[in-house]
C-alpha cells in the first residue's frame, strides 16, 4: 500500500540543503512541496516590492534545485493556512513539515494549522530557538549583550545537513500556479534592471556570495564601517530568504577564519536576538517598546523634506548616497543605513514608522525583526536602543567613515570632482572649488534640506517635552 504523501511547506527557507523540514518529510515518502504566496492573512506585513523580485528569482531557483532530486514546487496563492488544508485534502495529506517561523502572521498560522491537522515544526530559521536562550532565573532576553553571551554558550550550532537524495511527488499532485502569473517582477519602469548586476538569488547564489566572503572574512572586523570599500558580507538577502542556513554561514566562516570571525558571528547572532523580541514584542512595527515615545511629534511622511529623503536629495551626501545605493540596487551599508535613519527621525522628525515602511518596501533583506528593531534602536525607543538624545552629525559621521568620499563619488557622481575635505559638506567649498568640480548647489546638487544645528536642537526639544509627560 502507498504511503499517504507529506506537504513540506516552504516560507523563507528556500533551500534543499540543511532544510529539515524537506529531510524529514523527504524520509517518510511521497512530498508535496508547496510555496504559498499569501497576502491575506490577518495582521501581516504585504511582501514588499524589492524582495518580489528576489522572491520570483528565488522560487524559480528552489523550483530546479527540487527538479534536480526528482521534485518539483507547487507555487498556490492565497491566505496559506486555508490553502494547505484544502491542498491536504485534495492529495490525502494528513502531515504537514516546515520550519518554525517568529513572525506574528506565520505564528499565528502554525496554530491554526495545528488545530485543523498534524503540524510538525522544525528548526532552522534560527542558530538556536530564542526560546531556549534564558537567563540564569530562566527568563528571555531583552538586551543583546547578555543574550549573545548565553547564545555562544550554546554555539557552535549543529552540523548542517545534505539534501535529502531523492524528492518523490506523487502522480497527483497539483500543477500549481505558473510563476510569470504572480507579477512578482516590475514591468514599466523596471526599476530592479540594475538589481542583477549585484545579486544572483538562489541557494546556488548565496552558496557562492558565502564562498567570496569566506575568503576576505578575515579583515571584516576592520572594513565592515567603511562604505567605500566592499566589507560586508552581503548575504543578508540570502539569509532572510532562507537561502543559506544560519549553520551553514556560522560553520563555513568559523571554519575560514577561527577567532577573527567572532564581530561577525556576533551579527549573526543579533539576527537571533531579533526574532527573540519579535516573538516577546509582535507589533515592534507599528508600537514602540518605550511607550512614551508615542507622544513625539512627527512631520507627516508627505513633506517635501520626508519625500527628498526617499530619493537621495535631502543635500547631505552621506544620506544621499545610502538612499541611492538602496534604490539602485536594493540594499544600503549598515553604517549608513543607521545614518540615514537618523537622519530621518532626527533631522526631520519624521515617524520612524514611515522609515520601516520604506525601507521594507526597498530592501531585499528586510527582516521584520532586523528591521523593526533597527529602527527603534536608532530612534531609542526599543528595549534595547541607542538614547534619542545621540543624533549623528552627517557631516561628521561621512568624514569618519567615507573619509576619501569614495562611497559619495559612486553614488552622488555629480559631486565626484570635489576635493575630499568638502565633498560631505559641500556648502563648505569656495566657489572655485565648486566651479571646479562643476557643481551648482540647489541645481547640480540640492541645498540641505535643513540646517545641523537647527534640526539638532529642535529634536531634543521634542524629545524633552516627551520626557516632560
Same mark, same amino acid.
Given at each position: ?66 527538479? +534536480?532530486? +526528482?521534485?518539483? *514546487?507547487?507555487?498556490?496563492? =492565497? ?56 537567563? =540564569? ?19 557552535? &550550532? ?5 539534501? &535529502? ?8 499532485? @497539483? ?32 552558496? %557562492? ?17 567603511? &562604505? ?59 508600537? @514602540? ?5 508615542? %507622544?513625539?511629534?512627527?512631520?507627516? $511622511? ?41 537622519? *530621518? ?18 530592501? *531585499? ?8 528593531? $533597527?529602527?527603534?534602536?536608532?530612534? $531609542? ?23 576619501? $568620499? ?48 537647527? %534640526? ?12 516632560? =509627560?
Amino acid at each position: 500500500m502507498t504511503a499517504a504523501p507529506t506537504i513540506i511547506w516552504f516560507r523563507q527557507d528556500l533551500r534543499v540543503a540543511d532544510q529539515a523540514a524537506l529531510a524529514a518529510a523527504a524520509a517518510e515518502g511521497p512530498v508535496v512541496p508547496v510555496y504559498v504566496l499569501d497576502d491575506e492573512a490577518p495582521g501581516s506585513l504585504r511582501i514588499g516590492g524589492a524582495q518580489r523580485w528576489w522572491l520570483h528569482h528565488s522560487l524559480a531557483a528552489l523550483d530546479a534545485e527540487l527538479r +534536480g532530486l +526528482g521534485g518539483r *514546487l507547487i507555487l498556490l496563492r =492565497g491566505r496559506a493556512d486555508t490553502v494547505l488544508l484544502d491542498l491536504a485534502q485534495a492529495v490525502g495529506a494528513h502531515r504537514i513539515h516546515a520550519l518554525k517561523h517568529y513572525e506574528p502572521w506565520w505564528t499565528a498560522q502554525e496554530t491554526a494549522l495545528r488545530n485543523r491537522m498534524e503540524l510538525r515544526l522544525h528548526g532552522g530559521v534560527a542558530l538556536t530557538p530564542p526560546s531556549r536562550v534564558l537567563s =540564569g532565573t530562566g527568563g528571555r532576553y531583552r538586551i543583546f549583550t547578555p543574550f549573545w553571551r548565553a547564545l555562544q554558550a550554546q554555539m557552535p &550550532p549543529p552540523e548542517p545537513q545534505p539534501a &535529502p537524495v531523492r524528492v518523490n511527488v506523487p502522480a497527483g499532485a @497539483p500543477q500549481g500556479e505558473a510563476l510569470a502569473s504572480w507579477g512578482l517582477l516590475p514591468t514599466k519602469p523596471d526599476w530592479a534592471a540594475g538589481f542583477s548586476d549585484w545579486w544572483t538569488p538562489g541557494e546556488r547564489g548565496g552558496w %557562492a556570495a558565502l564562498e567570496r566572503f569566506a575568503e576576505v572574512a578575515i579583515r571584516y572586523d576592520h572594513d565592515r564601517n567603511i &562604505p567605500g570599500v566592499n566589507g560586508s558580507s552581503r548575504l543578508s538577502p540570502h539569509l532572510h530568504f532562507g537561502e543559506l542556513s544560519p549553520a551553514q554561514v556560522w560553520h563555513t566562516i568559523a571554519d575560514a577564519v577561527g577567532k577573527p570571525a567572532e564581530p561577525f558571528l556576533r551579527e549573526v547572532g543579533w539576527r537571533d536576538f531579533a526574532l527573540g523580541l519579535i516573538e516577546q514584542f509582535p507589533d515592534s512595527a507599528t508600537r @514602540p517598546h518605550r511607550i512614551q515615545f508615542e %507622544a513625539l511629534r512627527h512631520t507627516p $511622511g508627505s513633506d517635501p523634506a520626508i519625500e527628498a529623503w526617499r530619493r537621495g536629495m535631502t543635500g547631505y551626501p552621506i544620506v544621499d548616497a545610502g538612499m541611492r545605493e538602496l534604490w539602485a540596487t536594493g540594499w544600503m551599508h549598515n553604517r549608513v543605513r543607521m545614518i540615514a535613519a537618523s537622519f *530621518l527621525v532626527k533631522h526631520l522628525m519624521g515617524d520612524w514608522r514611515d522609515g520601516f515602511a520604506w525601507f521594507w518596501d526597498t530592501l *531585499l533583506d528586510a527582516d521584520l525583526g532586523n528591521n523593526a528593531l $533597527g529602527w527603534q534602536w536608532i530612534m $531609542g525607543s526599543g528595549v534595547d536602543s541607542s538614547p534619542f538624545i545621540r543624533i549623528f552629525a552627517p557631516v561628521g559621521q561621512g568624514r569618519k567613515f567615507d573619509a576619501n $568620499g569614495a562611497y559619495v563619488r559612486r553614488w552622488c557622481p555629480e559631486l565626484a570632482k570635489l576635493p575630499d575635505d568638502v565633498i560631505h559638506a559641500p556648502w563648505e567649498a569656495s566657489a572655485f572649488e565648486l566651479a571646479t568640480a562643476g557643481v551648482k548647489l540647489g541645481q547640480t546638487y540640492p541645498e540641505p534640506v535643513v540646517a545641523h544645528e537647527f %534640526a539638532r536642537q529642535r529634536a531634543l526639544a521634542a524629545f524633552a517635552e516627551i520626557k516632560a =509627560g
